[in-house]
Structure formats: structure tokens, C-alpha cells
């Protein structure tokens, strides 16, 4: 079954506005990673953030985590058409990743 | 990160075939996974592949319909057996714990994208 939950499931932006990206979750974690993935290719690793980690910075994303309200954020600033892709967040629990359903980001030139 | 590579990148295949994809990292990795995404879905993971035994099934699939092979630390294989339309997916193999790697940070493969006729 699936872990996460993002919200919304799609979002549309202007380039360079920022993006925001929710993931709702339902049981303890040790970690969460958030990926992206082109037209139905792999995907990509954008970021790792562990259960004692409240927020962590890469490039023009920003990823916080709140255990207590079992929820995560993804922001993207400054957004480029580029950055169109789906987006996931995966828990990581008992060595395993669950995957939520994920966010179709589409920024539009 | 480790690079990930995967054999073939597509496929097409007659159904009641099978097709063997291959997975292949650059680098030693402590643990390598098999995941499977359907059309428009997200990811589910079939097993994890353990090196020199049997790998670890998740519910719902079984070895007979997704054998899969891990001879040594760097290479994997996932047999999707006797096909159906229901099989095409796109399949994706992933690693964990490596050289130079948080172990917690786990990578994907460009992925093989089947279409089952």
C-alpha cells in the first residue's frame, strides 16, 4: 500500500514563480526522499531528509519535514520550464521505500 | 551517486514471452530492488534482490512470474515470465548503500519500458 500522499496531484505555474509540494504520511519513518521522474523515465534523487531533520536546503529546493504532523514539503524556487515533471516523495521505513502517487508540476514559459 | 544502467531501455514482446532486463551499477551496493510502475501509477516494489539466494518477494508477486538473479554486488536481473498485457509497465531497478553513498539514499536506473501485445 501506498505510504505517502502529495497534494496537490497537479500544479501549474508560471517560470519563476515558486512550486510547493506536499506529502502526507501515515506511519513512523526514518526517513523521507523526494524524487523526480521525466515523461516516465527513471527517476531522479533530489533529496534525502531524515527523521531528526527538520528542514534541508539543495540548489533551489527546500525540503522540510514535520513528524508530528507526518507531513513533508518540497519547494522549488525561481521554477524554470525545465523543472515540468512528476514529483514523488518516498518513505523509508524497515528498509524499504513506499512511494506516494505523486505531483504532475507543469511551469509554463 | 552510483550510475545505474539498464538492459533494453524498451521492449515490445508477444504476449505468453518472456524478457529478461538487466541491471548494472558502477559500483558495489549493498542492497539492489526491482520496482515496477504501471501506466500513469506510481511505484511499487517487487523484490529486493539479495546477492547469492533467493530474493525477498512483496506481496503479490511471486517468484515464478518475476525470477530474478544477483550473482555478485554490482549486477542484477528481473525475468518478467510467460507475459500478458497487464505486464506492461515500465520496470525500474534501484540501489542502496554504497561507496561514497549515505546509506539511506537509494538511486534508480533509467528504467525499461515494456509494451506486452
Known amino acids: 500500500s501506498q505510504q505517502g500522499e502529495e497534494d496537490p496531484q497537479a500544479l501549474s505555474i508560471q517560470e519563476g514563480e515558486n512550486a510547493t509540494m506536499n506529502c502526507s504520511y501515515k506511519?513512523?519513518?526514518?526517513?523521507l526522499q523526494w524524487y523526480r521522474q521525466n515523461s516516465g523515465r527513471g527517476l531522479v534523487h533530489l533529496i534525502l531528509i531524515r527523521s531528526n531533520e527538520r528542514e534541508k536546503h539543495s540548489g533551489r529546493l527546500r525540503v522540510t519535514l514535520d513528524t508530528s504532523k507526518k507531513s513533508s514539503s518540497l519547494l522549488i524556487t525561481a521554477s524554470r520550464a525545465a523543472d515540468t515533471a512528476s514529483y514523488f516523495c518516498?518513505?523509508?521505513?524497515?528498509?524499504?521505500?513506499?512511494f506516494g502517487k505523486g505531483i504532475t508540476l507543469s511551469v509554463r514559459p | 551517486s552510483a550510475v545505474i544502467s539498464q538492459k533494453p531501455s524498451r521492449d515490445i514482446c508477444q504476449r505468453g514471452t518472456s524478457l529478461t532486463i538487466q541491471c548494472q551499477v558502477d559500483s558495489q551496493v549493498t542492497m539492489m530492488f526491482w520496482y515496477r510502475q504501471q501506466p500513469g501509477q506510481s511505484l511499487t516494489l517487487i523484490a529486493t534482490?539479495?546477492?547469492?539466494?533467493?530474493?525477498?518477494?512483496e506481496s503479490g508477486f511471486v517468484i515464478d512470474k518475476f525470477p530474478i538473479s544477483r550473482p555478485n554486488l554490482t549486477f542484477s536481473t528481473l525475468t518478467v515470465s510467460n507475459m500478458s498485457p497487464e505486464d506492461s509497465s515500465i520496470y525500474l531497478c534501484?540501489?542502496?548503500?554504497?561507496?561514497?553513498?549515505?546509506?539511506?539514499?537509494?538511486?534508480f536506473g533509467p528504467g525499461t519500458r515494456l509494451t506486452v501485445l
Open positions: 518516498a518513505t523509508g521505513a524497515n528498509s524499504k521505500l513506499t
Open positions: 534482490a539479495n546477492q547469492g539466494s533467493e530474493a525477498t518477494y
Open positions: 534501484s540501489v542502496r548503500g554504497g561507496s561514497g553513498i549515505f546509506y539511506n539514499e537509494q538511486f
Open positions: 506511519t513512523s519513518i526514518n526517513n
